[in-house]
């Protein structure tokens, strides 16, 4: 069939809950994806990831919405603090439930089909897709502007750089695992090398006495509830990817010590570094400065480096090709899960037979990506990325405080202290309603409908089995075309 039977409807209340999901397909899936992301490339997805365009642009963004320096770094330390207390609640959740998939498969574990087939929709169809879009746009600009100096680059060169961009991803991703992983590792440590110059630079001035931005650092804060939302929005956007380690967890090397191990070494790390950073630049400017600046790296680097500035556009351009590989290497694994869990086309879930990745997943996010591109009509929704994420990581939280409550009896090899799933889920449900309460916007009624436009196709494709003959045909051909064959769960 196209579209996989779930033999487990209610796995929580079986007689061996997050556990007694049968074999996928009757026991006839001999192929299954390597376990090759060990603890460095496991910092390096984290870390490579959440460190793409955001921290080179949001930074004026943040010190726009909070009016003084001194509270826009405020923000900065609370997005990595709650982005460390989410990965936390995160390890615990990996280590209980040790499948691949991310809020996908927690949410399907603990929630069943039905909201679990909502997220898989939106990420699939939408997020994710415009996700990498976006950051492979980011890239574009800084790839292509040395050679249009003292202009704006033509839309058609940068949307096809990025197009090009998404291709060499594809390539990449599907060739092999270790070659994806090694090039997040390599990019990992470029742009870390990048944001270190930037350091160095900010100490230097502030040693020579360039301090006058944080004097009166208070002054002028904005303590509006909607504008604070805002700001933690832009903020958090840097941090997005915390939580991208839990979507591969089949493909960890023990899982249950690589998983939390990773996450306290990269989310405190890249913290560390967004402050340092935003000390730098608001050493090297002033705070009106920093508003006027249209990327606020180049302008540091314009004061800062001198003739030495192009070695900021290239590092940023690295960056963000790092980053748009972690969100590739994550993203295609939520289509592919999703479609092992008959939630996605039966073709989805296929692994290529020789280079053991998840081939028509991957290359099926590539061509989301790429209409995307194309259109260039996704700009507002990947605006409002922040309230999808965390309306679906709130729900995810929400599960893990159920099965710390419900279920404290299940096998977990890490525990987080209750308190900070609560602070999480606290915190999501702020970042939600608080924007929608101080300034309802079109934009987000949108996005609850496509949302809930998932219920046309949940009902008759997953509910009722009910499965077009073409379709088998179909997949059987791309099967063929494309080498792959079904995969087996990991027997965790």
């Known amino acids: 069939s196209t579209m996989r039977e779930r033999k487990t409807t209610d796995p929580l209340h079986s007689a061996d809950p997050l556990y007694s999901s049968t074999d996928v397909s009757e026991g006839k899936e001999k192929l299954k994806l390597k376990q090759e992301v060990g603890l460095i490339s496991s910092v390096s997805l984290i870390a490579g990831t959440m460190i793409g365009s955001g921290i080179f642009m949001s930074p004026e963004w943040v010190l726009h919405h909070m009016g003084n320096p001194a509270s826009s770094l405020l923000i900065w330390a609370a997005c990595g603090l709650l982005a460390m207390f989410g990965a936390l609640s995160y390890a ?14 927690y949410i399907l574990r603990i929630f069943g089909s039905f909201p679990a087939f909502l997220f898989a929709y939106t990420s699939v169809i939408l997020v994710r897709p415009a996700s990498l879009a976006a950051v492979c746009l980011s890239f574009a600009e800084y790839a292509i502007a040395p050679f249009y100096p003292g202009c704006s680059s033509p839309q058609v060169v940068v949307k096809c750089t990025a197009a090009a961009c998404i291709l060499i991803l594809t390539i990449i991703n599907c060739l092999n695992v270790r070659l994806a992983t090694s090039v997040m590792n390599i990019f990992t440590a470029a742009k870390l090398l990048a944001l270190l110059v930037i350091v160095v630079g900010g100490l230097v001035l502030l040693a020579n006495g360039q301090t006058q931005s944080f004097q009166n650092g208070f002054q002028g804060t904005t303590a509006r509830i909607g504008t604070v939302g805002v700001a933690f929005y832009q903020g958090l956007w840097s941090y997005d990817g915390w939580n991208n380690l839990n ?4 493909e960890l090397k023990k899982p249950e010590v690589t998983l939390p191990r990773a996450m306290m070494i990269a989310i405190p790390l890249v913290t560390c570094l967004y402050l340092l950073v935003n000390v730098s630049y608001l050493a090297a400017m002033t705070p009106s400065e920093l508003l006027s600046s249209g990327a606020v790296a180049v302008t540091w680097g314009d004061k800062v480096l001198g003739s030495w500035a192009w070695l900021i556009s290239l590092s940023v351009a690295l960056s ?16 592919y899960i999703a479609a092992r869990e008959g939630h996605m086309p039966d073709i989805l879930s296929m692994a290529h037979v020789r280079c053991l990745t998840p081939s028509p997943a991957l290359l099926f996010t590539s061509a989301m990506s790429l209409i995307m591109i194309i259109s260039g009509n996704f700009t507002s929704i990947v605006n409002f990325f922040s309230f999808m994420a965390w309306l679906f990581y709130g729900m995810t939280i929400s599960g893990l405080l159920y099965l710390k409550i419900k279920k404290p009896e299940l096998p977990r090899s890490y525990k987080v202290p209750i308190i900070i799933p609560i602070i999480v889920l606290m915190a999501a449900v702020y970042l939600v309603l608080a924007p929608i309460i101080d300034q309802p916007q079109l934009e987000i009624l949108y996005i609850v409908l496509f949302i809930f436009s998932g219920i046309i196709f949940y009902f008759p494709l997953v509910h009722f089995k009910y499965h077009p003959r073409f379709l088998q045909r179909v997949t059987l051909h791309l099967q063929l075309l494309l080498e792959v064959a079904p995969t087996t769960r990991d027997a965790n």
Request: charged share 20%; proline share 0%; glycine share 20%.
């Open 92 to 105: 615990e959740l990996g280590t209980i439930i040790k499948e691949s998939g991310g809020e996908y498969i």
């Open 320 to 335: 963000t090709f790092g980053s748009s590989n972690g969100t590739f290497f994550s993203g295609g694994r939520v289509c």
């Open 247 to 250: 979507y591969v967890t089949e």
